[in-house]
Each structure stands twice: as structure tokens, then as C-alpha cells.
């Protein structure tokens, strides 16, 4: 189809021929930029083909046909041999290579975040550690009790050891007086007797 202006689209263009109103290609392929991007269709596809190839599309899905066609053409030129296979495999690799490196930045946090873990576990078990006194201090260094209290402790055993020692020094001290009392009893109890059978002669 021609333009307003009269001109032919840009594969009539190329081709050097009349724009027909009914033309396949006119809705795609513009008079200014239209004749370089079909000269690659039509190198590697022909112009007949593609024409043939367009009539079987559907209406709404042609432009999208155009584009595929063209990048193909394209790609072709640029690699006769894979042509779009070669991108495609350049751009997995990318992704594989994109994939791995990620693999690796997500070991590396996982690995950061286990040795941060350890060292913070570590420094409590260093402060837990300190915070409690070794085995081979005293036991009462460790308990609960109050100075104050350890100390009326130690004054009351003390105390009760002082008393326990002097009721037994007293009952020694008094052992022996006991035994004078009793002695004495006994002798003036002998010389009561003596003295009734002095008086009884």
C-alpha cells in the first residue's frame, strides 16, 4: 500500500516495484527504514516466501511474525551457520554463568553468617565463663549468702566451740572438788563412829 504522500512501503521500495493497495508488507515495513530491514528477509527468506508465510498468519499476530522474521534474517547474515542459535546459546551461558556466581554469594553469606553465629556463641560462653568463679575457690565465695551473714556464722561457731570448751574445763575443774567433798564426808563420818565407841566405854 502506498503511503499519503504516494510513496511505495519499503519492500516495493527494494524491490523496485509498483505498491499495490492490497500489499502484505506495507503495514510493516515503512518507505525510510523499510528497504535495509527486508533486504535481510529478503536475502535469506525471498520475498515470495515470506509473503507466502505472512497470508497464513493470523491478522493480530502478523507484526509479531514480521519482527521474528526480521531478527532472524538479521541474525542469520551475522552467522550463516547458527544464526539466532548462537545468541541464544551465548545468553544461557550468561544466565549459567550469572547462576553460579550467585551460588557462590549465597554460600559465602550462608558461611559469614555460621562464622558470626559461632564467634557471638563463643563470646558468651567467655562471659558466662568469667562471670562464674572456679571449683577451687571456697564454696561460700560462691553461694548466695551476705558477707554479714558469713561473718555472724563464723562468730556464732566460734562462740559455740568457746562455750563447749569451757562447760568441758569446768567439769574437769569440778571433777576433782567433787572428789575432796566426798573424801571429807567419809572422814568425818569415820570419826563420828570413833568417837560413839569412845563414849560407849
Known amino acids: 500500500m502506498a503511503t499519503g504522500t504516494g510513496s511505495p512501503c519499503g519492500a516495493c521500495k527494494f524491490l523496485r516495484r509498483k505498491c499495490a493497495a492490497d500489499c502484505i508488507f506495507a503495514p510493516y515495513f515503512c518507505s ?4 535495509a530491514r527486508f533486504a535481510a528477509i529478503h536475502k535469506v527468506f525471498g520475498a515470495s516466501n515470506v509473503s507466502k508465510l505472512l497470508l497464513h498468519v493470523p491478522i493480530q499476530d502478523r507484526c509479531e511474525a514480521v519482527v521474528t ?19 541464544i546459546f551465548a545468553l544461557q551461558q550468561q544466565v549459567a554463568c550469572l ?21 557471638e556463641s563463643q563470646w558468651q560462653g567467655n562471659m558466662i565463663g568469667t562471670s562464674t568463679l572456679p571449683s577451687y575457690f571456697p564454696s561460700y565465695m560462691n553461694s548466695a549468702v551476705s558477707p554479714q551473714s558469713s561473718l555472724e556464722s563464723i562468730d556464732r561457731s566460734f562462740d559455740g566451740m ?3 570448751e569451757i562447760e568441758s574445763k569446768d567439769e574437769l575443774s569440778f571433777q576433782p572438788c567433787n572428789k575432796k ?3 571429807s564426808q567419809t572422814d568425818l563420818g ?12
Open 190 to 201: 569415820e570419826l563420828q563412829a570413833l568417837a560413839l565407841r569412845m563414849m560407849r566405854n
Open 162 to 164: 568457746g562455750m563447749q
Open 99 to 119: 547462576q553460579a556466581q550467585l551460588m557462590q554469594v549465597k554460600a559465602q553469606l550462608a558461611q559469614s553468617l555460621v562464622d558470626s553465629r559461632s564467634v
Open 181 to 183: 567433798i566426798k573424801n
Open 69 to 87: 522474521i526480521s531478527y532472524e534474517a538479521q541474525a542469520r547474515i551475522r552467522d550463516p551457520v547458527y544464526g539466532c542459535v548462537a545468541h
Open 32 to 35: 525510510e527504514q523499510g528497504p
